[in-house]
């Protein structure tokens, strides 16, 4: 699903693709949204996060998560614990009716069981959309296209490169955009071949968690780039790009902060709400 957001602002005028900017306007309409849910059916939307690793970059996630939710007045709650524990706790969450999203956060402490919790999410509480049932589009390739959509660039006819193909981020959006019809090519993992391959393409998007990766030479004039990398570098949080990528000119391109991340938040709170909407519609439904 891609939504179109009117911003008049052409391509050949600007540099940077503002996910914030988006956000913005999203995240107004997701609290109006909610208070409609709440005071016209009683339905209090609420989401679970469940984590079993102590990852820095995930402790970020979930702190945004957190505000966020309080921003738009959707109840957050987290769960820390290990694989077993995270089973059982996903059971119980699965059969809570006050619950309409749950989230696994990855990557887990034992990524060997990745799959096993995961596909133990029921489909329609399943907000990240990373189970073979999803029910939900996943939310950073659904963050993307609102990125791309919300800033007029048009996927059609243009050369596609996707670096990386992780269940996150690669996987679902290269089956999302193949499905509707794009050019794409997908490089798995770096390669010998990989700077020939960037430098024909129109459109890069990089979702890998190798920082610097993507350097300037392998980049021509006027290519749209969307860094949706993540790895802790430092301390840091980082990208996939190189930081010297940032200082050309003749790039559109996310910025360092505030590009996809922003977005892909509203864009897993927006499954969140729709949840809530099914559960408010069945009891409008058996009132009636």
Not at 76 to 100: G, P, Q
Not at 105 to 131: C, F, G, I, W
Not at 161 to 171: I, K, S, W
Not at 219 to 238: F, Q
Request: hydrophobic share 45%; aromatic share 4%.
């Amino acid at each position: 699903m891609i939504i179109r957001l009117s911003i008049s602002v052409r391509l050949e005028m600007m540099k940077l693709l503002d996910g914030s900017e988006l956000a913005a306007y999203i995240k107004e309409r997701q609290a109006k949204q909610v208070r409609g849910l709440r005071q016209q059916w009683q339905v209090l939307p609420k989401l679970a996060i469940v984590q079993t690793s102590d990852s820095p970059v995930i402790a970020t996630y979930v702190r945004l998560k957190q505000a966020y939710g309080e921003d738009i007045l959707i109840d957050v709650e987290f769960y820390k614990s290990n694989e077993d524990e995270a089973l059982t706790r996903i059971a119980e969450l699965n059969s809570d009716d006050n619950v309409h999203g749950i989230i696994v956060q990855l990557p887990l402490a034992d990524e060997s069981r990745t799959d096993e919790l995961l596909q133990s999410v029921a489909p329609e509480k399943d907000v990240d959309a990373l189970a073979s049932s999803a029910y939900f589009d996943a939310a950073t390739p659904m963050a993307i296209n609102w990125l791309l959509a919300g800033y007029n660039v048009d996927l059609q006819r243009k050369k596609i490169v996707l670096v990386g193909e992780g269940r996150l981020v690669g996987a679902p959006l290269a089956d999302m955009w193949r499905n509707s019809g794009y050019d794409i090519a997908v490089v798995s993992e770096p390669s010998d071949d990989l700077k020939a391959i960037i430098q024909a393409a129109d459109v890069v998007v990089t979702a890998t968690g190798v920082p610097g990766l993507i350097t300037t030479d392998m980049l021509r004039p006027e290519t749209v780039v969307v860094d949706a990398g993540t790895a802790s570098e430092g301390g840091k949080i980082v990208g996939d790009v190189a930081p010297e990528v940032r200082e050309r000119h003749d790039l559109v391109i996310t910025p360092e902060k505030g590009g996809v991340g922003p977005l892909t938040i509203c864009a897993l709170f927006d499954n969140v709400i729709r949840s809530a909407r099914r559960v408010a519609t069945q009891q409008d439904q058996e009132s009636t």
